[in-house]
């Protein structure tokens, strides 16, 4: 079990019944009626859409013969994985950036890793000194580069002051 465990650590526990199967030559439907459960759940399980609860895991570790709880652990993990990421997002110091900047958003929403070229150029088109210079210590001069760089339609010229 914990060589299961530590292999598939932090995927969705779906993925590794969808692995086992195909393994065992086994198909979805099939399966999902051998143990009594709809087809439809065992695949939105399987797609990562769903998660796992103990129930079906213990039914499922069962007729796959794994350990006990082996699934259930993986569900957990993974839990805990996707809650770590929605909480340990690092944000630039928002109290530099004035909220008129991102006027037409809630930069409480913005999502600063998913939209740092859009992120980047505002602050670098529209924001002050202080601004940028919040924007260079949290990105990095590499990111920044890129992202000014990728605008085809304005490119960056820097101002000299």
Do not use: C
């Not at 914990?2 to 030559?25: A, N, S, T």
């Amino acid at each position: 079990m914990y060589q299961l465990i530590e292999k598939y650590k932090g995927i969705h526990p779906g993925f590794v019944i969808e692995h086992l199967l195909k393994k065992r030559l086994l198909r979805q439907r099939p399966f999902a009626l051998s143990i009594n459960e709809y087809p439809q759940t065992l695949n939105a399980i399987t797609k990562g859409k769903r998660s796992l609860n103990t129930a079906l895991a213990l039914k499922i570790e069962k007729q796959l013969d794994l350990e006990q709880g082996t699934l259930a652990l993986l569900q957990t993990y993974f839990d805990i994985d996707q809650e770590n990421k929605k909480t340990n997002h690092p944000t630039p110091n928002r109290s530099v950036l004035r909220t008129s900047l991102f006027w037409d958003t809630d930069i409480k929403k913005i999502d600063w890793n998913k939209q740092y070229k859009a992120v980047i150029r505002r602050v670098f088109e529209r924001g002050n000194a202080s601004e940028q210079n919040e924007i260079r210590r949290f990105y990095g001069a590499k990111k920044i580069k890129i992202a000014l760089q990728t605008d085809i339609r304005r490119p960056y010229r820097p101002s000299h002051k």
